[in-house]
């Protein structure tokens, strides 16, 4: 089992910059995709980003691509979400996710593809 536990959410204005933070614990997340996922009021749950096991891979929606960036450190069983440029829109609950079930799997934008998850961290962007 993985634990996932997201930091760094906060109010911000819009241009502003943040960095969400995913530490695991339990079994190592070393072996498995990783990603961002986003829930704002009224919709469902999307995709942000997402990064291979070995974090060679990256991929982004259009929406945040040349905005944020996802990094891991399998050292130290984090996965990072750098956040520039924030726009209103950005405003949603953040989520990070492992994909657990299938050790090396590459890292797709499905989050039913995602076993485990953490509580989500909020993100406010203001205008």
């Known amino acids: 089992q993985v634990q996932l536990k997201e930091s760094g959410g906060g109010l911000v204005q819009a241009g502003d910059s943040l960095r969400l933070s995913c530490a695991s614990s339990?079994?190592?997340?070393?072996?498995?995709?990783m990603g961002w996922f986003r829930q704002a009021p009224g919709k469902e749950r999307e995709f942000v980003a997402v990064?291979?096991?070995?974090?060679?891979?990256?991929d982004y929606t259009d929406h945040v691509k040349g905005r944020f960036t996802i990094s891991r450190d399998n050292a130290k069983n984090t996965v990072n979400l750098q956040m520039n440029s924030l726009k209103p829109e950005d405003t949603a609950v953040y989520y990070c996710?492992?994909?657990?079930?299938?050790?090396?799997?590459?890292?797709?934008?499905?989050?039913?593809?995602?076993?485990?998850w953490g509580q989500g961290t909020q993100v406010t962007v203001s205008s």
């Open positions: 990064v291979s096991w070995r974090g060679g891979k990256t």
């Open positions: 996710a492992a994909r657990s079930a299938f050790a090396f799997a590459p890292a797709t934008r499905d989050p039913g593809d995602y076993a485990s």
């Open positions: 339990g079994r190592t997340s070393s072996a498995y995709a």
